[in-house]
């Protein structure tokens, strides 16, 4: 079966500095993975998507992530974090059972940027 | 460019009550449509999902069901509410593998 797993329900950065959100997947075959950002009381917002090519892929609001076959892991990040980024992420990998073109969520992350 | 509607945004029904959450797609045409139900915290439990009219999926054993009677809209319903059926409702679609789309969301509070 198709999993993600984010290990930080919380990060906490300052505004300015970097900041990276965790997520590590397991699947069967090539991974189709997904951050989406959530803020309170709203739908999720689709950030970026990894299906094939480059490891580094460009998504909205300055967001990057990192694809790494070997660790099996696809870290968001962000050169300079915005009080404005504190929400809740979530990453997500394609689920290939039953049809559908379901998606697999993990436990989401709750950033916090502080001044 | 493509839209998801959701209404209402909030609602408040008496343990017992029927429920009907509604969803619209524009701007597409045969989407899948999806149905979630994100409780207090923060996991996504994927409740339908439908690829075409007529065609429900259920991923979860529960109090509710869903229809979808146009290409583009898809219901939620509940015959008899139950406190525990409280939660953030999101719709979303996909045209493909490319990721799914989300709806603004209902606030449903069962009293």
């Known amino acids: 079966a198709q999993s993600v797993a984010q290990p930080e329900d919380q990060v906490n950065v300052a505004e300015g500095n970097p900041l990276t959100v965790k997520c590590t997947y397991s699947?069967?075959?090539?991974?189709?993975l997904f951050w989406y950002v959530q803020y309170p009381n709203r739908g999720l917002q689709f950030l970026l998507k990894?299906?094939?090519?480059?490891?580094l892929v460009k998504g909205s609001y300055g967001f990057e992530a990192e694809f790494n076959k070997s660790q099996t892991s696809f870290h968001l990040k962000k050169p300079s974090a915005l009080v404005s980024d504190s929400a809740l992420y979530f990453c997500?990998?394609?689920?290939?059972?039953?049809?559908?073109?379901?998606?697999?969520f993990g436990t989401g992350t709750q950033l916090k940027v502080e001044l | 460019s493509q839209t998801i509607h959701q209404w209402p945004a909030t609602l408040v029904q008496p343990v017992g009550s029927p429920l009907s959450l509604e969803c619209t797609v524009e701007g597409t045409s045969n989407p899948n449509l999806y149905w979630y139900r994100q409780a207090a915290g923060r996991g996504l439990q994927l409740l339908f999902y439908s690829v075409g009219i007529g065609q429900i999926s259920s991923e979860v054993p529960q109090n509710l069901s869903a229809s979808r009677p146009q290409d583009r809209q898809f219901i939620l319903s509940s015959k008899k509410l139950l406190l525990s059926d409280s939660g953030f409702y999101l719709c979303?679609?996909?045209?493909?593998?490319?990721?799914?789309?989300f709806g603004p969301g209902t606030r449903l509070t069962v009293t």
């Open positions: 997500a990998v394609r689920d290939l059972t039953g049809g559908g073109n379901k998606l697999t």
């Open positions: 990894y299906i094939t090519g480059d490891n």
């Open positions: 979303a679609w996909s045209a493909g593998a490319l990721g799914q789309y």
């Open positions: 699947v069967s075959g090539n991974p189709y």
